[in-house]
């Protein structure tokens, strides 16, 4: 995480919670809140019961003096979160993620994210781009952001991934977007990273896997276009979904306008489900995500 220099938001944070449901829960966290002198901003939350009967909740709060107050609150906190049997995490927007990008010879997930962050609609800093080609370098380095080509394949694939490694930890990054990055990631890299990397892929999947799904999908007379944001995980594609989106296509639908609409879903829901993850909308349960738009 880096600082962030407005000095609006040292006062600004977040907390979410995930615990076993029961009366109250509502009622001690604004209670803590109020005798800290808080005022919650924005509340969402949402219950499970009675399936498994979890509770789940957002909340952004705003604090004088909260820097001074950290230590004192998360104390406090911590043997609340102890008698109700708490998962929970504190977020303060003065201290902003650092994300990482890796694509491939696609780019048009790597400049959408590049425009909303150059419009500041991506709480984050970019802090360097990888790719296994060389056709984002230009574009890239025009942002004032650092690139590192690094080529790839099975033969290398852990050495590769070493390096990469090495670059997220000298980069302090906090989040990895799959911007279109067409290599498997290894379990030991997913592993470094849990719930921290976040992947765009149409939905043809598992119907049209492999190469040209888009041609595939013309021949076969597809009626739906849509692309699926999920975090990764050891299991291809099988990782918690976080967002997704379709378009209906009919007959006239040649396979370039196929790929014309897949490519700006695409963009639309990896913006999507980037955007939520920073600003701390989505916890995970299980296989799946909760999340508070």
């Keep these: ?22 009366p109250g829960i509502v009622s001690v966290l604004s209670t803590f809140l109020y005798k800290h002198n808080a005022n919650i901003i924005e509340s969402s939350q949402y219950s499970s019961d009675p399936e498994n009967g979890t509770f789940f909740i957002r909340i952004e709060y705003h604090c004088e003096n909260l820097q001074s107050k950290i230590s004192e609150m998360e104390n406090e906190f911590a043997q609340i979160a102890s008698d109700y049997e708490m998962d929970y995490s504190f977020y303060y927007l003065n201290k902003r993620q650092r994300s990482a990008i890796f694509c491939s010879k696609e780019l048009h997930c790597l400049l959408e994210l590049l425009w909303e962050w150059q419009n500041g609609d991506l709480e984050t800093d970019i802090a360097l781009v990888v790719s296994n080609h060389e056709a984002a370098r230009q574009i890239v380095e025009s942002y004032g952001i650092p690139f590192y080509y690094l080529p790839a394949n099975k033969d290398i694939r852990k050495q590769v991934e070493a390096e990469q490694i090495k670059l997220m930890d000298e980069y302090n990054v906090d989040l990895l977007i799959l911007a279109r990055y067409m290599q498997i990631l290894t379990p030991e890299f997913v592993d470094h990273f849990e719930n921290r990397i976040i992947n765009i892929h149409h939905s043809f999947l598992p119907a049209f896997i492999g190469a040209n799904p888009y041609e595939r999908a013309h021949k076969r007379g597809v009626k739906l276009i849509g692309a699926t944001s999920h975090y990764v995980t050891n299991e291809l594609d099988e990782g918690p979904i976080i967002e997704q989106d379709v378009e209906r296509v009919d007959h006239r639908a040649d396979v370039t306008t196929l790929r014309k609409i897949g490519s700006q879903i695409e963009r639309r829901v990896l913006t999507k489900a980037v955007k939520w993850h920073l600003e701390n909308r989505i916890i995970v349960e299980g296989n799946k995500t909760i999340v508070f738009h």
């Design 1 to 22: 995480m880096a600082l962030n220099n407005d000095k609006k938001l040292e006062n600004h944070a977040r907390l979410l919670v995930k615990c076993p449901d029961k």
